[in-house]
């Protein structure tokens, strides 16, 4: 059983830049797709981000909304994946969610939460105008 610790959430003013760290502990994540969703209050789930496992040329997606603004990265030997967000805009606030894919590496180049076989707690990030 794969748990995910995401940290890094805060407050930060518009323009502003957050790097958010999911922790995975259990097992390796190496293999599997790893991904990032966002809920914003009232609205559903959305996906941000994902990055593909080992085995494959790494490649990552993105929705494209985001594209240009955030990165998704991880580094294997700490079993850990990140998010670094730049020009931040009020409508990023949400809490981010850190998930691990079933597979390893998102068909339709977006993450699907019915895919999605773990999900961390998520971490709030508040971006004030």
């Known amino acids: 059983q794969v748990q995910l610790v995401e940290s890094g959430g805060g407050l930060v003013q518009a323009g502003g830049s957050l790097r958010l760290s999911c922790a995975a502990s259990?097992?390796?994540?190496?293999?599997?797709?790893m991904g990032w969703f966002r809920q914003a209050p009232g609205k559903e789930r959305e996906f941000v981000a994902a990055?593909?496992?080992?085995?494959?040329?790494?490649?990552?997606y993105y929705a494209d909304s985001l594209k240009g603004r955030f990165t998704i990265a991880r580094d294997n030997a700490k079993n850990t994946v990140y998010l670094q967000m730049s020009s931040l805009k009020p409508e990023d606030t949400a809490v981010y969610y850190c998930?691990?894919?079933?597979?390893?590496?998102?068909?339709?180049?977006?993450?699907?939460?019915?895919?999605?076989?773990?999900w961390g707690q998520g971490t709030l990030v508040i971006v004030s105008s």
């Open positions: 998930a691990e894919d079933s597979t390893s590496a998102p068909a339709m180049g977006v993450m699907l939460p019915s895919y999605v076989e773990h």
């Open positions: 259990g097992r390796t994540i190496s293999s599997h797709a």
């Open positions: 990055i593909s496992g080992s085995g494959n040329s790494i490649s990552t």
